[in-house]
């Protein structure tokens, strides 16, 4: 498996694993979205070490972090804001992906400094139509993986329900997914967390977050597999309007839904322009 250096510190009563890398100012968080933790963004990290510091830490009760009770997003929200201000740092640029967008957008109104950018990749937008009743599906997906929570016993099984991750990512960090991810313990906190994005849909709606005052970028799936393809066109319209809304960029990626894994390039460089904006500070007004 994987050898990354890491430590665990205390937030609220959590036990939080998070492992650092680079250098710099700016501070680049990274909340994975639901079924993974840290290692999901393996092959995005190395891109930006010669510009930022960055984090990617595993929510509680996932990976190596503490065990906790089903926690809802903006318990979620609360840990990523404890985590940053614990870390205190000049600058942060917060990235999400899937249910982390909710996450990170929630915690971006709570912290303590001004965020110096967003980047959302493959974000969940709660105003899309076919979350209008998005229960049955949650119900559905439920029982998906609670038939893989049992199935989970068996490495060989998991190793063949997991394949195409197998695929994406390097052996050292699927071997750690395995180990840390698709466990029957994993599988257990990925069926809380769907249920706290069914929860959440609605609240967001009701109560949607403040708006970023910071630079955003949403990069979008261009492929779905057999599963997502029927909103697919939905989905990347409403991440699309999100974009518009906000003043930020919207990307089109050549790439399923774990976009960090297929194109961490262009997750990467959507951080890095973040960073650098941040680091150059506003245009100064023109001279007369």
Known sequence: ????????????????????????????????????????????????????R????????????????????????????ALIDDLAPSRVVLVGHSMGGLIVRRAAERL??????????????ETAPCYD????????????????QLLAHSRPLMRLLTRSYGRMFPADTYATMLAEDFTPAGIARTRH???????????FRARPP??????VVVISARRANRFQSRNLATLREHQRRYAEQVGGRFEDADSEHIIPAERPEQVAAAVRGL?????????????R
Do not use: H
Request: hydrophobic share 40%.
């Open 112 to 125: 303590s400094i001004r965020p110096a950018g967003l980047v959302l990749v493959d974000p969940t937008p």
């Open 210 to 215: 403040r708006l970023p005052d910071c630079g």
């Open 54 to 81: 960055t984090v990617a830490y595993d929510r509680a009760g996932r990976g190596r972090s503490g065990p906790v009770a089903p926690q809802s997003i903006d318990d979620m929200a609360a840990t990523l804001t």
């Open 275 to 287: 960073v650098l904006s941040a680091v150059r500070g506003p245009n100064p007004p023109p001279t």
């Open 1 to 52: 498996m994987r050898d990354v250096p890491g430590r665990r510190i205390s937030l609220g009563g959590n036990e939080i694993y998070l492992e650092e890398a680079g250098s710099g100012e700016t501070l680049v968080v990274f909340e994975s979205g639901s079924g993974a933790g840290r290692t999901l963004w393996d092959a995005v990290v190395p891109l930006l070490s010669d510009v930022a």
């Open 193 to 203: 967390e769907v249920r706290a994005v069914a929860a959440a849909l609605g609240e």
């Open 133 to 148: 009743d998005w229960t049955p599906t949650a119900r559905k997906t439920d029982r998906i993986l609670a038939v893989q």
